[in-house]
């Protein structure tokens, strides 16, 4: 499982993109995301033409290309293995600049590379227009079990506070010299992730009662009933048919 | 270190691959929310998304492996021992969901495989090793804390090898199973280490101070729990390794059963002798293909059972439970710690 990001995405703004609902942009997403995984990896054309849908969108959404950069890392270890697919790769040989490389391996890589980073950029514009909290919203309304996503609330709302605990105990440690570099030191570290297991749940409890004392009856009152629009899902619609149409046009002319 | 980034993004295996697991964890997860309804009656929930949101700060803490080098938690199967495997495998999925929605971490389309690899295969499967593990160690505090870090290492590889079966499938690159599952499966088994000493530390801690929050020791009473035998991180050190050496000699018990050691040797090297090509250079070897192939597919026969034998028996474990539980009274009284 990927390693630790606390911080969410989502970069305040007021744009057209940003005031979708989003029930109506994650299901675009999604298909987005799909017509790109289901594109034959020959059409080079397509391609370009899903990251041209991106950038505009982007530009709409007043995201600028830096950051989208800078989050599309999370795929590095991807494009690292990728890399190495033409090397092991069996097959028929090619000669690029005095090694032989496998023909197949190459066609991986580059369908590999292309997928994972239109998808990963796909997912940092989605985060980055909709906040979590409508995030969540949106697969409710999409009919995911409320069981979930209220979890996923609440997991979201203490994430913060409980990765700030975590925080507190790590200097507190530093402090008085722990610097743990071998697996065999790694006692007291563990051991303060299972005081923060302990205070986390304990702290689930108080907040559980807490809610009881409000009146809390097992479902969360409902702040906003807004749901997409028929202009809303129009507009997430073109946008899914433009994508779905890319792909098809790919399996085409490829 | 990449400590277990299975994290898988868009593209990495074929759209087939990606539906039909999409659909199997779909179940899966809809199975595991029916079994833990009982646990997760609404009172549960602010606990559970507490849970789930040190299950994600857990997985952000940089542990030591080797001269100042990290690595992470995966934490299925501690989240599995320490609030019951159907309630682990509904936060995990949250967690990896989110993850790909919120933070842009994992491919959307590869929520399918994610969702099997990260929560259902570690969370099941882990807790089908615990339960395996405690039946052969005494029932006491040590007992409970070394099957954890057991079962802990047995999640990660088991959660490697689902992904290697994944690959022989919906492979979107020339390299063959035998190749991937060594490499999977013989880091992993490195991995596993970590997080077999990490998760028995973690739930050592919570039995000190409260025993009553560990699911998987709630068979224990207090006398058994008192008996606070304490282990040693070297010994557990020296007891993952000879596991590992165990493993690593049944795996390379596989490829030892190759005729042809130059196969052996390509393979090692990452060379595919499996598909036949026309080039006159690999003629020859098309023929040891065939043989490659039943080998790999005995590996693949191999590791299917034991996944599949893990994750029932974690599955059962949970229903069981979940029938049970209504006649016990509530270990965990809201409001009595303030």
Do not use: C
């Amino acid at each position: 499982m990927g390693a630790g990001h606390a911080h969410a995405l989502y970069v305040h703004e007021h744009s057209a993109i940003h005031r979708i609902a989003p029930e109506a942009k994650l299901v675009a997403g999604l298909v987005f995301v799909g017509a790109v995984a289901g594109t034959p990896r020959e059409a080079f054309w397509a391609f370009g033409l899903y990251a041209v849908v991106l950038a505009s969108l982007a530009a709409i959404a007043r995201i600028g290309p830096g950051f989208v950069f800078l989050r599309l890392l999370t795929v590095i270890p991807f494009v690292l293995f990728a890399l190495l697919i033409p090397l092991v790769g069996g097959g028929e040989q090619t000669v690029v600049g005095g090694l032989s490389v496998s023909t197949e391996g190459l066609w991986a890589m580059w369908n590999i590379i292309a997928k994972a980073s239109l998808g990963a950029t796909t997912s940092i514009l989605l985060a980055a227009t909709t906040e979590i909290p409508e995030i969540l919203r949106g697969l409710a309304v999409l009919r995911v079990p409320p069981v979930m996503t209220a979890i996923a609330s609440f997991m979201i709302r203490y994430l913060e506070l409980v990765v700030e605990e975590l925080g507190r105990m790590r200097r507190a440690m530093a402090a008085r010299g722990y610097r743990p570099r071998w697996l065999w030191q790694t006692a007291p570290l563990a051991a303060a992730t299972g005081t923060l297991f302990v205070r986390t749940y304990e702290r689930g409890e108080r907040v559980h009662a807490a809610m009881l004392a409000r009146g809390y009856q097992g479902t969360m009152p409902e702040l906003t009933a807004r749901r997409a629009t028929s202009r809303e899902w129009a507009l997430t619609s073109a946008f899914s048919i433009v994508a779905v149409t890319i792909s098809i046009l790919a399996w085409t002319f490829r | 270190m990449v400590g277990g980034s299975l994290h898988a993004p868009d593209g990495f295996l074929n759209a087939g691959t990606a539906l039909a697991t999409g659909i199997v964890s779909a179940g899966s997860v809809a199975g595991a929310l029916r079994q833990s309804t009982a646990t997760l009656k609404d009172k549960q929930i602010p606990l559970a998304g507490l849970s789930a949101a040190f299950l994600f700060a857990a997985q952000m803490v940089n542990f030591p492996v080797v001269a100042g080098t990290t690595g992470h938690l995966i934490g299925g199967a501690l989240a599995a021992i320490l609030l019951g495997p159907g309630v682990a495998v509904v936060m995990v999925t949250i967690v990896v969901v989110l993850q790909a929605l919120a933070f842009a971490d994992g491919g959307i389309t590869a929520i399918g495989y994610n969702v099997l690899n990260l929560a259902i295969v570690p969370a099941y499967g882990g807790y089908g090793a615990y339960r395996l593990f405690r039946r052969l160690m005494p029932a006491t505090s040590a007992g409970v804390v070394a099957s954890t870090g057991l079962a802990g290492g047995a999640s990660v590889v088991l959660a490697a090898m689902a992904f290697s079966l994944e690959w022989l499938f919906g492979a979107t690159a020339p390299i063959p199973f035998d190749t991937v599952f060594g490499a999977m499966v013989g880091v992993h088994l490195l991995i596993g280490i970590g997080e077999a000493v990490i998760s028995a530390l973690v739930i050592a801690a919570v039995l000190r101070t409260r025993p009553d929050m560990v699911f998987g020791a709630r068979d224990l009473d207090r006398s058994q729990l008192a008996d606070t035998t304490r282990i040693r991180v070297r010994t557990f050190f020296v007891a993952g390794l000879i596991i590992t050496m165990f493993l690593a000699g049944i795996v390379s018990q596989f490829s030892a059963e190759e005729p042809d050691g130059l196969v052996s040797v390509a393979n090692q090297v990452g060379i595919d002798l499996g598909e036949p090509t026309a080039s006159p250079v690999f003629a020859d070897y098309a023929v040891e293909g065939i043989t490659n192939e039943s080998v790999s597919l005995t590996v693949a026969g191999v590791a299917g059972v034991i996944i599949t034998l893990a994750v029932a028996t974690g599955l059962l474990h949970g229903m069981r439970y979940g029938r049970s539980r209504k006649d016990r009274p509530d270990p965990v009284q809201p409001g009595t710690h303030s």
